[in-house]
Every structure is written in C-alpha cells, then in structure tokens.
C-alpha cells in the first residue's frame, strides 16, 4: 500500500517560514492535498491539487510538488498557524485514501 | 451554512456492533461523494471508507473491510456508517467528509466534528 511519510515536528519563531515535507513513491504523479488541524477541532482544507486553495485560506499558504516530495509552506508565521499537518492522497491503485502521519507546528 | 454532523458513538464491548449517522445540511446531499475518517486518540488520521453519489462506488481501508458497510439515503441527507465485529484498534473519533468538487484529486472540504467511538472489554 502507499505510503506517505511526514517528519514528526517542525518549530518555527513567529513571522519566519515553516516548511513541512510530504514523501511518497513518485508523489510528484499525484494530487496532494495538505489539512489543519488545531486540537479538539475538524481538519481544515488549506491546499488542494498540490498548490490551490480554498476560499478564506491565506496566500501565506502555498504548497508545490515534484519528485517524491510534496511541500507545504506557511510564510510569516503566526501563533495561530499552531497545529498539526497532515498531507493526503488518493492511491488509485489501491483505491485507497492516503493520509500521512502528520507534523506537530510549535511556534516558538 | 453547510454542515456535517455525526452522532451514534459510544463504548461498546468488542465483537459488538454499531452504525453512525451523519446528517447533511446546507447543500446538495446527493450531489457529493462522501468519505468516513477516523482518529484514534493522540494519533493521525485514518481514511475508513468513502462511497459514490449513487452507492454504485464503495471502497474500504484493508482494516475494515468485510467488518464495515457505508450506505447513505439521499432522500434524508444522511450517511451511514454499520461496523461489525468491532475491535480494540477500532477506537476513535470518527469524522464524515464531503469530497471537494472543485478538486481534481479527493481532497475534502467539509468535515463534521466527529462522534467518539470506544471498544473496551
């Protein structure tokens, strides 16, 4: 089955960039999609098809994908931007919905 | 405003059963895929199952399968999930997703709150 892997924790000062890496077997073939999550809250869709956002999301969410590593980035970071990352794809092969393990953002 | 809200959860013993509801409002029920993922407790995301406009498409994570059956009634605006044989390793906080027509891929972009699942002995 398709795997997504994502680094545990990243920590950011606020006003930097926080980058968070998404990898997969040829992962640059797929739509990655990357979600929010605060605690005690519902994921929330902040990049869709690699790189599009939503309504409401801020431009300082942008996201790219190529090779076996998909990106997101939050520019300017704010304390609000704490929260878990998950990144995602659709595996046709499998035909399966695949979720990476997340990674934990601490502003600093 | 559109919205998802499930409900159903409890704790339940293992082996037994339980069937989640989520009620759809604010937009075309019947036009949308929807999707059933679960969160263990501290832990990630875990896709469960997700089912066509139809019911003509249904598909499950290799964990439930054979155990789990999705349905909906568009008539109702309601998704349904049945879990059977439940097991330890089925905890968890169990969301409904609207699949997102604006993408390509199935990303999701409505999510309900979640209803919490718990199989204890």
């Known amino acids: 089955s398709y795997v997504l892997t994502q680094p545990p924790s990243v920590s950011v000062a606020p006003g930097q960039t926080a980058t968070f890496t998404c990898g997969g077997d040829?992962?640059?073939?797929?739509?990655v999609h990357w979600y929010q999550q605060k605690p005690g809250q519902a994921p929330v869709l902040v990049v869709y098809d690699d790189s599009d956002r939503p309504s409401g999301i801020p431009e300082r969410f942008s996201g790219s994908n190529s090779g076996n590593t998909a990106t997101l980035t939050i520019s300017r970071v704010e304390a609000g931007d704490e929260a878990d990352y998950f990144c995602?794809?659709?595996?046709?092969?499998?035909?399966?919905?695949?979720f990476g393990g997340g990674t934990q953002l601490t502003v600093l | 405003q559109e919205q998802l809200v499930e409900s159903g959860g409890g704790v339940v013993q293992p082996g037994a059963s339980l069937r989640l509801s989520c009620a759809a409002s604010g937009f075309t029920f019947s036009s949308y895929a929807l999707h059933w993922v679960r969160q263990p407790p501290g832990k990630g995301l875990d896709w469960v199952a997700v089912?066509?406009?139809?019911?003509?498409?249904?598909y499950f994570a290799d964990s439930v399968k054979g155990r789990f059956t999705i349905s909906r009634d568009n008539s109702k605006n309601t998704l349904y999930l049945q879990m059977n044989s439940l097991r330890v390793e089925d905890t968890a906080v169990y969301h409904c997703?609207?699949?997102?027509?604006?993408?390509?891929?199935?990303?999701?972009?409505?999510w309900g709150q979640g209803t919490m699942v718990t199989v204890s002995s």
């Open positions: 040829e992962i640059g073939t797929k739509s």
């Open positions: 997703a609207r699949r997102y027509l604006s993408s390509s891929g199935d990303s999701f972009d409505i």
């Open positions: 089912i066509s406009v139809d019911e003509n498409n249904k």
């Open positions: 995602q794809v659709w595996d046709r092969n499998s035909v399966h919905v695949v």
